[in-house]
């Protein structure tokens, strides 16, 4: 029996301005600042003596390996994104980079939702990904104009209340 899975779907490689030099300023924190202070702290770990039972080497290794994974992931998704510059032709339909805001027509409950990339999401501000269901049935969509996103809930109507870029 094999363990072999099929490769998970590749996320869109489109990024706002704001979130792609987020992710240059990550970058760029993380090796010239944060790793160097890392590495410093390993060798003075690895200097008191007897590895095998130092909590502090152990930890140090630890916390630098997962630097360098972020940054080997940084620096290969970095130069493969495609900043979307400027407002699109149509600025009352919802496409990337729009912020909106959605009825849910069963419940009346009302959401403001922003469509980003997948590197910048962030759910406390409401910044959803351009690949999620929601992001996917909403775009093209105007102002009370309604439509059906699968959800994890199931499926659920909403209509556009709103729609405006910053």
Do not use: C
Not at 67 to 72: E, M, N, P, S
Not at 93 to 99: E, Q, V
Not at 128 to 141: E, F, N, Q, T
Request: proline residues 5%; without cysteine.
């Amino acid at each position: 029996m094999s363990r072999w899975r099929p490769s998970p779907p590749r996320s869109t490689a489109i990024i706002t301005r704001v979130g792609f030099d987020a992710l240059k300023a990550e970058l760029d924190h993380l090796w010239r600042e944060l790793r160097p202070e890392v590495v410093k702290a390993l060798a003075a770990a690895a200097a008191e003596g007897d590895r095998s039972e130092n909590a502090e080497y152990t930890y140090r290794k630890k916390q630098l390996g997962e630097i360098d994974r972020r940054v080997r992931y940084l620096s290969k998704r970095i130069p493969s994104l495609k900043v979307a510059e400027g407002m699109p032709a149509d600025r009352d339909a919802i496409f990337f980079g729009a912020s909106f805001e959605i009825e849910n027509i069963d419940s009346g409950e009302t959401h403001t939702y922003r469509i980003v990339g997948p590197d910048e999401t962030d759910a406390k501000r409401g910044w959803i990904s351009v690949d999620s269901p929601l992001a996917r049935a909403a775009l093209k969509k105007r102002v009370d104009e309604e439509f059906e996103a699968e959800l994890p809930g199931g499926k659920t109507r909403f209509v556009v209340v709103a729609v405006s870029y910053r």
